[in-house]
C-alpha cells in the first residue's frame, strides 16, 4: 500500500514519463525500480521520541559546547513560510548539533538529507524511523533515482522543512567545497510557496574525527558507517570542542528561475558564499592558517593581526579580536590534539596534516567572491 506522498511522487509529471519508458527502459521496469527507491526514501519523523535522542547521544554531546548565533533567523522564516536549511558539513557531529539547536530555541524539526552510509544498524532505524532522515545517494547518475528523489523531495516540501548539506559530503581537506545543485534544483521544481533557503554555518575549534579526515585529504571510497563510528569513539577520548551554529539572512527561491540551469547554479553558489560569511572563524583556524615549522609567540600574533585585518575587510565572522587573544585560546586545544608543540616562546608544528586541514578551512575567506549580486 503506497502512503499519500509516495502516490503524489508518482502523479508528478516528470516521473509520469519516466515510467512511460522515455529513457529506454520497458515500462516494468522503470515501476521496479522507481518503487524500489520510493521504498528507501520513505521516511517517517516522530517529534516526542526525536526530543528524547538527546540522552543516549549525550556522552559525545556534552563534550560540544554549542553557540547559536542569528536563531532568530530560523524563527521568522519557519514562521512565514517553508524552509530549507542549508548547512556546511565538517562533522558526522552536525547531524546532532544543528537539528538540537533548532529544537532548544523551539523551532519546528526540519527533514534531514544524509548520505546512505548513516542508514545501517540501529543507527538507521533511527534514522528512518525517529528523526525523519531520507538517504541520499550521492554521486549517483542513475536516472531513474534522480528523477525520483526530486520528486520525492518537491512533494516532502509541503509539508515539511529541510536540511541538507550543500557540499554533499563531509570536507576531507577542511576547506569549504563547491556547492551541489541537485537538492537545491529539487526544492525549487516543487513550486512551494514563500520557499526560502536558510544559510547555516557550523564551525568547531576541533573536528572531532579531524584525524580520520586528515589523513585523506580527499574521499576515494564510501567506508561503512559502523567502523567510522568506532574511529570517533575512539577519537572522543579526551575531546572538547565548541561548536558555532551562525544562521543566515534568507533567500527567496522565487528570485531565481528553476527552469534555467544557469540560475540555479547561481543560486546555489549565493548560498556557499553566505555560509562562507557566516562561519566562524576560530582561534585555531587562525593559529593554523598563520604557522610556520618553527615560530616565535610574538611574530605569530603579528601575523595572525595581519589576518584579522584582511578578514574584517572581508566582513568575516570572527571569534577573536587580536593575535594575542587567538595564540592564547588555541594553544592548549591544539596542543593536546598533537597540532602543535607549545614551547615558552616558540610554537612548532606536531602535526603538518592536521594543522592544513584546520588552516584551510578559511581558506574561502582570503578567496575572491564568485557569487552574483542581487
Avoid at 528512518?128 to 526530486?150: E, M, N, S
Avoid at 608544528?349 to 581558506?363: D, F, G, K, M
Wanted: with cysteine; net charge positive.
Amino acid at each position: 500500500m503506497l502512503d499519500d506522498l509516495s502516490q503524489a511522487v508518482l502523479a508528478r509529471e516528470e516521473v509520469v514519463r519516466y515510467l512511460q519508458g522515455t529513457h529506454g527502459e520497458s515500462s516494468e521496469t522503470a515501476y521496479e525500480r522507481v518503487y524500489a527507491y520510493l521504498d528507501e526514501l520513505r521516511t517517517t519523523q516522530r517529534y516526542t521520541l526525536y526530543r528524547a535522542l538527546k540522552h543516549p547521544v549525550y556522552p559525545i554531546l556534552r563534550k560540544i559546547e554549542r553557540h547559536v548565533e542569528h536563531i532568530e533567523q530560523a524563527v521568522a522564516a519557519t514562521g512565514a513560510g517553508r524552509v530549507i536549511y542549508a548547512s556546511n558539513h565538517k562533522s558526522h557531529t552536525d547531524y546532532l548539533v544543528e537539528p538540537l539547536v533548532l529544537d532548544d530555541n523551539g523551532v519546528r524539526p526540519p527533514i534531514i538529507a544524509a548520505g546512505i552510509n548513516l542508514f545501517v544498524g540501529p543507527l538507521g532505524l533511527l534514522h528512518r524511523h525517529v528523526t525523519g532522515a531520507i538517504p541520499i545517494r550521492r554521486g549517483t547518475k542513475d536516472p531513474a533515482y534522480l528523477i525520483t528523489l526530486k520528486a520525492y523531495v518537491a512533494e516532502l516540501l509541503r509539508e515539511h522543512d529541510l536540511l541538507f548539506y550543500i557540499e554533499g559530503g563531509r570536507s576531507y581537506s577542511g576547506e569549504l567545497m563547491s556547492p551541489k545543485t541537485g537538492l537545491i534544483h529539487a526544492a525549487m521544481q516543487s513550486e512551494t510557496e514563500e520557499l526560502v533557503i536558510l544559510p547555516i554555518a557550523v564551525s568547531y575549534d576541533l573536528v572531532l574525527e579531524d584525524r580520520i579526515l586528515a589523513r585523506q585529504g580527499v574521499k576515494r571510497r564510501q567506508r561503512p558507517f559502523t567502523r567510522e563510528l568506532a574511529e570517533m569513539m575512539r577519537c572522543a577520548v579526551g575531546y572538547r570542542s565548541r561548536a558555532f551554529i551562525t544562521f543566515g539572512t534568507p533567500i527567496h527561491t522565487s528570485e531565481y528561475n528553476s527552469q534555467s540551469r544557469r540560475d540555479v547554479l547561481d543560486l546555489a553558489h549565493r548560498t556557499r558564499e553566505a555560509i562562507g560569511l557566516l562561519y566562524k572563524v576560530t582561534p585555531t583556524a587562525l593559529v593554523a592558517a598563520a604557522m610556520r615549522p618553527s615560530i616565535e609567540r610574538p611574530e605569530l600574533e603579528a601575523r595572525i593581526d595581519e589576518m584579522l585585518g584582511r578578514l574584517r575587510e572581508r566582513g568575516a565572522n570572527l571569534s577573536v579580536e587580536s593575535g594575542r587573544q587567538a595564540v592564547a585560546e588555541a594553544s592548549r586545544p591544539l596542543e593536546g590534539r598533537g597540532v602543535l608543540v607549545v614551547e615558552p616562546n616558540r610554537y612548532r608544528v606536531r602535526n603538518r596534516s592536521l594543522l592544513r586541514y584546520y588552516a584551510r578551512t578559511i581558506e574561502h575567506l582570503f578567496a575572491p567572491s564568485h557569487s552574483r549580486t542581487h
